[in-house]
């Protein structure tokens, strides 16, 4: 069975196009809040990857090749990927650059585990858990990966809250996508070839994210000559609580 990629699920506002991409194991929906806001700038397209949310029926490829291709149908603008969405936008850009204006890495990097090169990665055994974690309970695995991702903000609770609100109101992740998906965040290393990337980008972390360190973005930015922005008071999903300043960061680049 041969995916069909990506999938709008939600468009709004009018202006310069946005196509939105979540992370692992996430869909869509997370964003509804943070794009009403956007919406007042941009053009939003919310986007679906293969095997999640509203496109669970899809299969996610391991070919970065056809990834990108695979976003050809999308329209062309800038690509704002949070986590494995921003992994997968920046492998656009590379394939496709004709598809992709500029980039905002949100919490995302080129490499997500720790390699010789890339000492601010994340320990790969955190991702061989998940896998394990998955065989099991793909829903408790999510949760897990959900409270990861708020870990030692200042309202963990609330915002945790609210990540499950959104992830559980639409259908479960295939096995199949989340599998992929951590062979992908394994395996996957784009750093090496931000040194010749012409795309204007962003990269913005968060001061307390457990899960993609703000050393590695910095230091992915640095490669590319992309501009670098941490907020101070978010982790892993800084457009809970922090989606004012997001929007006028990310209206400033474009």
Known sequence: MMSSGLKIVSSKGQGSVLNVVHGWGMNAHLFDDWSDELAL??????????????????ILSLDLAALAEEASHIPKGTWLGWSMGGLLALNLALKQPQQVDALVMLCATPCFVTREHWPHGTDVQVLEQFANNLQLDIKQTIQ??????V?????????????????????????QALTAGLTLLRQVDL????????????????????????????????????????????????????????????KNLL
């Open 191 to 250: 750093s090496s070839q931000l040194k010749n990337f012409q795309i204007p980008s962003l990269w913005i972390s968060g001061r307390r994210d457990r899960l993609v360190l703000p050393a590695a973005m910095q230091q992915a930015a640095e490669l590319c000559g992309g501009e670098y922005y941490m907020l101070r008071g978010s982790g892993h999903a800084p457009f809970i609580r922090q989606a004012a300043e997001l929007t006028q960061i990310v």
């Open 151 to 175: 870990m030692g903000v200042d309202d963990e609770r609330s915002q945790l809250k609210v990540l499950k609100e959104k992830v559980f109101e639409r259908p479960l992740p295939s096995k």
């Open 144 to 149: 897990t990966f959900l409270a990861l991702e």
């Open 41 to 58: 700038y941009f053009q939003i397209n919310l986007i679906d990857l293969p095997g999640h949310g509203l496109n669970h029926e899809e």
